[in-house]
């Protein structure tokens, strides 16, 4: 049976607009927190292609660019642009309770991005 | 941060140097052309120590930008970082030394080298390798192993030059009073200039230093050797220079320029009409910019090198930096350079006039290539080699009561910025460090 564990991310207050941050988490894999124009996205920090952290990376209007390689993700859908990414990245609800960011996470081991 | 490269190797100089060069009697031998061993010093104390030109800011406007070029034989990467500024790199790999860009130019947001995929961002900063996980299990500083930075970078009116010497001086001491020349061509109108096109690259087999002695300051052999292409261009021949009442050899650290005041001189030969009306146009608010005395010289018969091997024609607009490849062997790499301002018109007529002027088919250049390759043939005799050349025209002819910048002597027909030329070389050659050069200027370092 699925599990919706609720992860807190960050406070709204520590992510200013069109900024990402990087939120250690062992358990799911380190997740990408974004704010994009006021609204917020999370997807798993880790790149799809190569070790690298996309928190990093440069936002680009809706894209992440990954530091290393300089693949590219959609963040709202975590579809891969093209090369060197072909994997798209895993992304999740996210959940505002007044100043708290939660990502809502599948407990289901297959679907936890390795980090 | 890759870190900047902080130390070079100095040898002591050659023996037997001193008798290469006897300026103070205007004699040169023929074996500076065509020696390894000198050459190899050239390297070192020339090419590892003074500015180099690299880029027109204009290649490279926005963050990423960049170009690839060499600094003597080293190749480097130039590109616009995200503040604003350029840095320079060695286009080299710090891992095996493997070169990590290829193209002559484009924009990125970084460089991955092919062999073992290290990866650097625009900043040069090591950000990522293929098997990462293994160099962190090593305890590698990623830190300490980004691209490796030349020391210095500084520009002057939009040309980028750059020094692998950390003790070199300023570009502004480096250029000295030469620079206040250099505005007829690169400061005569708001906004500056611009390069259009590409980089033509072509090949010579001849030593740079004849081609660029050829632009410090040898007027004397256009009107000779570029007899025919005056002809073919102009209808006409070359411009008799002794008879401009007016005209100079400045020189400064080894740079020269000569140049007479005739305001046009040189922009006719592209057999442009339109390009001498456009001086014409523009010289009023020259003259309000620079003063009447530059105005006279934005297109005059009239030529240039900054030491040791960037030269520009005003006129003709060509830009040229004369790359060694051996003691006989150069490549040159040209661009045209034009107003910013410029009616877009006119911009192409410049592009096109020095493409059938000053480029590999150009009839000037074919004219120059076949002189400057045998210049350098014939010291491949052992014997030729050790034969006196002479450098000697106008050796009483500085002018001590001008109110000119710089080291100025009477008339272009004369060989004075050779011989500046070869002496600062010869100086270089035969110094240790920046400290150890000689200050033979004489003349005043600034405009009054």
Known sequence: MEVIEKVFLCKVSELAENQVKKIDNAEFGDIAVYNLGGHYYATADLCTHATASLAEGDIEDDMITCPVHWGQFHIPTGKAQGFPCEIDLRTYPVEIEGDEIFALIEADPALIAKG | MGNIIKTLDVTDSLTGLKDVC????????????????IYEQELEKVFARCWLFVAHESQIPNTGDYITTTM????????????????????????????????????????????????????????????????????????????????????????????????????????????????????????????????????????????????????LHAGWTHDSAARA????????????????????????????????????????????????????????????????????????????????????????????????????????????????????KWRKGAMMTFSPTGVFEMDDGENWEYCTKTAKGRVTAQQDLFVGLGMDSLLTETPLPGNVYEGQLNEANSRAFYQYWYDMLNSRSWSEVPNRNVGKPEAE
């Open chain 2, 233 to 348: 261009m102009l209808g006409g021949a070359v411009a008799k220079v002794s008879d401009f009442e007016e005209s100079y050899s400045v020189n400064w650290n080894g740079h020269g320029y000569e140049f007479a005041l005739d305001t046009v001189g040189n922009v006719a030969v592209l057999g442009e009409s339109a390009l001498n009306k456009y001086l014409h146009t523009i010289k009023p608010s020259v003259a309000e910019r620079l003063g009447d005395f530059r105005s006279n010289m934005i297109g005059s018969v009239s030529s240039c090198t900054i030491f040791p091997n960037f030269s520009f024609l005003p006129g003709q607009n060509t830009v040229r930096v004369w790359q060694p490849r051996g003691p006989n062997k150069m490549e040159l790499f040209t661009w045209v350079v034009v107003n910013k301002s410029a009616p877009e018109e006119v911009k192409e």
């Open chain 2, 72 to 219: 003597g034989e080293d190749e480097v990467i130039v590109i616009r970082q995200k503040s604003g500024g350029i840095k320079v790199f060695l286009n080299a790999c710090p891992h095996r030394g493997n070169k990590v860009c290829f193209a002559e130019s484009g924009s990125t947001r970084g460089f991955i080298c092919n062999y073992h995929g290290w990866s650097f961002n625009v900043e040069g900063n090591l950000v990522g390798q293929h098997e990462s996980g293994v160099y962190e299990d090593s305890n590698f500083d990623k830190s300490k192993w980004g691209l490796k930075e030349v020391a210095k970078v500084d520009s002057y009116k939009g040309l980028v030059f750059a020094t692998f010497d950390p003790e070199a001086p300023t570009l502004k001491e480096y250029l000295g009073p030469i620079a206040w020349y250099m505005d007829a061509l690169f400061d005569n109108q708001e906004g500056g200039t611009e390069f259009v096109g590409g980089c033509i690259r072509s090949t010579y087999e001849c030593n740079w230093k004849i081609a660029a002695e050829n632009f410090v300051g040898d007027i």
């Open chain 2, 22 to 37: 006897d300026l103070e009697n205007g004699r040169i031998a023929g074996k500076i052309f065509y020696d390894q061993a």
